[in-house]
Nanobody, 115 residues
Framework: QVQLVESGGGLVQAGASLRLSCVVS????????VGWSRQPPGKQRELVAT???????NYADSMKGRFIISRDNAESTVFLQMNSLKPEDTAVYYC?????????WGQGTQVTVSS
């Protein structure tokens, strides 16, 4: 079983920045693909970004240029730097990891952006 714990969410004003962190139990190997998804209120969950062991990144179009995903394998931590936040970025943000052909998810952290 893999456990993921997110932190760093909160209430901010539009234009502000936040950095989310996700600690993965055990370790993160180079074969793991890790990422962030989010679920806005009343909407379906959507992918935000992923990063492979080779540091190849993939972003949803609306996050390109504003969000940066990174990983620290030694610290078993995944980060999401969010800049120029907008009210439509309000959501619960989830960290996830793909391992052994399965996806494991954290409990999520709330991000609220006021206008």
């Amino acid at each position: 079983q893999v456990q993921l714990v997110e932190s760093g969410g909160g209430l901010v004003q539009a234009g502000a920045s936040l950095r989310l962190s996700c600690v993965v139990s055990g370790s993160i190997s180079s074969s793991d693909v890790v990422g962030w998804s989010r679920q806005p209120p009343g909407k379906q969950r959507e992918l935000v970004a992923t990063i492979t062991g080779g540091r190849t990144t993939n972003y949803a179009d609306s996050m390109k240029g504003r969000f940066i995903i990174s990983r620290d394998n030694a610290e078993s931590t995944v980060f999401l730097q969010m800049n120029s936040l907008k009210p439509e970025d309000t959501a619960v943000y989830y960290c996830h990891i793909r391992r052994w052909g399965m996806d494991f998810w954290g409990q999520g952290t709330q991000v609220t952006v006021s206008s």
